[in-house]
C-alpha cells in the first residue's frame, strides 16, 4: 500500500473532490502521511481563480515534484490549463479527480478492505465480490493483506445486489481485489454467470458496471462474458484488463498470468462482439528489468489496442516484495518513460472522445460535479459531464439522452436532448 501527501488549493467544491480522493484512497489500503519527502506520491489538486493562482500553482508543483517520488496534479488548472505544466517542464502526471485513486496503486489490486460487505454512496452501490485474489505478482504488497481469493456463493451476491437496488442503487459496481477470479476457490469461474443473475433477475432500472479482472483470469472465460455483455444492456460495456507491460519478458519478471497475445486475444473479441465499448488497462512503466526495448513493446502495444482509459504508473518499491529487492532503474529513466506513454495516453484519449463529439447517448447521472454540473456515463461507462443541471432538472439517478457537444480530453461535455 503506498504513502500519499495531499495538497489542496482553491475552494469547497475542490476539498470536496479531495475528501472524495481520499476516501477512495483509505479504502484501498493507502494512507496518508504529513510532507511529500516521506510519501511515494503527492497529490496536488489545483486552483485556478487568477492568473496570481495559476503562478503560484506552477511554483508549487515545482517544488512537490523534487520532493517526491511521484506527483500528480488535479483539480481546476490541472484540467483547464494542463498544457502549462507540460510547458513548464513539471514532470506529473495530469489526472481528472476521479482517476487519481487508482493511478495511486502502483499496479497493486484495488480495494483491499476488511470484508465483501455493500456499501452504498448515494446513488451508488458498492459490492465487493470476493476478497483475495490468485495473483502472486512480484511487485504487488496487496496480497500480504487479502491472501487467496475467498468467494461467497453466486446467490448470496445477487441477493447483496439486489438489497442495494432496492436501498437506492441506481449503479452498482461490481468490485474486488481480482473479479476475474470470482469462484475459483470453488472450482468454477462463477462471474459470467454472477453478471448475468444480476442483470437479469433484479428487478428497477439501474446500471451494473464490472471492476478490475486480470487478464490470466479473464482469458478462459472472455467467450462466455462477453457473450452477457451483448446480451444485457443494463451492463455498461466498459471491462479494465491491466496489461501492465507489452514485453512477455517483464510480464515474467512481474510473475503475472497472462502474456501479450493472452490480452490481445481477449480485446480482439470484446472488438468482435461489441460495437461500442471502453477498454481500460494499466501499464507500470520503470520495472526493474525493462529494457528500451521493452518500453517499446509496451509503447507498441499501447498503439495496437488503443485504450479509452489508461492509468500509467511509474513502479516504485514495496517494502516486503520480491520487486523490491531488485536493482532499480533511475528516476530519470522512469520519468522518461512515463512522459512518453503519458503523452500518447492524451492523445488516444482525446481522439476517442474527439470522435463522440455531435453522438447521442443514453446516460445515468451517477453524483453531482463542480458548481451546476453532474457527472454522467453512458453505456461504455464514458464520463460526459451536464452543465447547468439545474435548469435542466437533472440530478444523481436520472436517466436521460444527451448530444456530445465537446470534449476535454478524458471526459465529454453533455446537453439533454
Known amino acids: ?16 473532490e479531495s475528501r472524495a480522493i481520499e476516501s477512495a484512497l483509505r479504502d484501498a489500503g493507502h494512507y496518508r502521511v504529513e510532507g511529500p519527502e516521506r510519501a511515494d506520491v503527492a497529490i496536488m489538486n489545483t486552483c485556478t481563480v487568477v492568473e496570481k493562482t495559476e503562478r503560484n500553482m506552477l511554483r508549487r508543483a515545482k517544488e512537490l515534484e523534487k520532493e517526491t517520488a511521484d506527483l500528480i496534479v488535479t483539480g ?29 496503486t502502483n499496479g497493486e489490486c484495488p480495494t483491499p478492505g476488511p470484508g465483501t460487505e455493500p456499501v452504498l454512496d448515494g446513488v451508488v452501490g458498492i459490492l465487493p465480490i470476493a476478497r483475495g485474489c490468485m ?9 500480504f493483506a487479502t491472501g487467496r481469493v475467498d468467494s461467497p456463493p453466486v446467490e448470496e451476491n445477487v441477493e447483496k445486489a439486489r438489497a442495494l437496488v432496492h436501498a437506492g442503487a441506481k449503479e452498482i459496481r461490481i468490485t474486488g481485489q481480482d473479479t476475474g477470479v470470482y469462484g475459483w476457490d470453488e472450482g468454477d469461474r462463477k462471474l459470467p454467470e ?29 467467450e462466455e462474458l462477453v457473450d452477457v455483455f451483448a446480451r444485457h444492456e443494463n451492463l455498461y ?3 479494465h484488463l491491466p496489461v501492465q507491460s507489452g514485453s512477455d519478458t517483464v510480464l515474467e519478471d ?13 480485446v480482439e473479441t470484446f472488438d468482435r462482439e461489441l460495437d461500442y465499448w471502453t477498454l481500460s488497462t494499466d501499464f507500470i512503466v520503470g520495472f526493474p528489468t525493462e529494457t528500451d526495448a521493452d518500453h517499446e513493446q509496451s509503447m507498441a502495444l499501447f498503439r495496437e489496442v488503443r485504450p479509452e482509459k489508461v492509468n500509467v504508473t511509474r513502479f516504485s518499491k514495496r517494502p516486503g516484495t520480491d520487486a523490491a529487492e531488485m536493482k532499480g532503474l533511475g528516476g530519470t529513466v522512469k520519468k522518461e518513460r512515463s512522459k512518453e506513454m503519458s503523452d ?11 470522435a463522440m463529439v455531435g453522438e447521442t447517448h443514453e446516460v445515468m447521472v451517477v453524483q453531482e460535479g463542480t458548481g ?18 439545474t435548469e435542466h432538472g437533472v440530478e444523481p439517478g436520472d436517466f436521460l439522452d444527451v448530444e456530445v457537444t465537446s470534449h476535454q480530453t478524458v471526459y465529454a461535455f453533455g446537453k439533454p436532448v
Open 254 to 266: 512481474m510473475r503475472r498470468q497472462h502474456r501479450v497475445d493472452k490480452f490481445v486475444e481477449i
Open 1 to 16: 500500500m503506498a504513502r500519499y501527501h495531499i495538497e489542496t488549493y482553491g475552494c469547497t467544491s475542490n476539498r470536496g
Open 194 to 222: 454472477l453478471l448475468d443473475r444480476i442483470c437479469s433477475e433484479i428487478d428497477g432500472e439501474f446500471r451494473v458496471r464490472l471492476g478490475m479482472a486480470n487478464p490470466g483470469g479473464i482469458h478462459g472465460i472472455h
Open 135 to 143: 495473483s502472486n505478482c512480484s511487485y504487488c504488497i496487496t496480497k
Open 76 to 104: 481546476c488548472m490541472a484540467l483547464a490549463q494542463g498544457d502549462e505544466f507540460r510547458d513548464e517542464g513539471v514532470d506529473a502526471q495530469i489526472l481528472h479527480w476521479d482517476d487519481v485513486p487508482t493511478a495511486v
Open 372 to 389: 451546476d454540473s453532474v457527472k454522467c456515463r453512458d453505456e461504455a461507462y464514458r464520463q460526459i459531464i451536464v452543465q447547468n443541471a
Open 237 to 239: 460495456n466498459f471491462i
Open 344 to 354: 500518447l495516453k492524451m492523445d488516444v484519449v482525446a481522439e476517442a472522445y474527439e
